[in-house]
């Protein structure tokens, strides 16, 4: 079976690092699309092109994973790829209301089309991008939330500040 695992990716954290590991596992092939052009939620730190080629070096060992941009409805990227499955990540309850609103309004667009859940890792399940971002942004040391990609795109946009911010 071939799925998308679709996201903002502003960045790629270890918590998507495991669900994409764990999807290549138990998938033919996963896509990773990232989202270009926010809706609602104000603009993105990284460019869809930094943030796809972050994705791409973070995925370079596995070889049935594959990465991509997409605008638009995802449900056209997921007929465009002809794949049979969206899959996302669930941290805690409060991913949940949100997650099963786009789940049943995806398959309500392209009927026949399930999402597939993966349980975040428990040691991811605090991990967010906005939160790796904040902590980056004030010089905290985010070394075990992210993989050595994104590490070394935070340090590019925020600078080499030590933990005290100097
Ligand atoms: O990482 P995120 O921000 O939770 O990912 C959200 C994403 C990209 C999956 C969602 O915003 C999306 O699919 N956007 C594309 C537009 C679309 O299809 N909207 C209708 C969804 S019901």
Redesign the pocket.
């Known amino acids: 079976m071939h799925v998308v695992y ?5 960045p790629l954290t270890n918590g998507h690092l495991d669900v994409i590991q764990r999807a290549s596992r138990l998938f033919d092939k996963v896509t990773v ?1 990232v ?1 270009e052009n ?2 609602k ?1 104000g603009n993105y730190l990284f460019t869809a092109e930094e943030r796809l080629q972050i994705i791409r070096e973070a995925t370079a060992h596995l070889k049935n994973v594959e990465a991509a941009t ?7 990227f997921v007929k465009k790829v002809g794949a049979q499955a969206i899959v ?1 990540g669930l941290r805690a309850v409060s991913d949940y209301e ?1 997650e099963l ?2 789940a049943h ?2 398959r309500q ?1 392209l009927p026949g089309l399930e999402t597939l859940f993966i349980l975040s890792a428990t040691r991811y399940s605090f991990v967010s ?1 906005t939160m790796v971002k904040e902590i980056a942004r004030y010089g905290g040391d985010v070394s075990k939330l992210v993989p050595p990609a994104t590490l070394r795109a935070l340090k590019a946009k925020f600078g080499e500040r030590g933990p005290m911010g100097g």
């Open positions: 679709p996201g903002s990716f502003d699309a989202l926010p809706s939620r997409f605008s638009g409805l995802l449900v056209d996302k949100y609103q786009m309004l995806n667009l991008s």
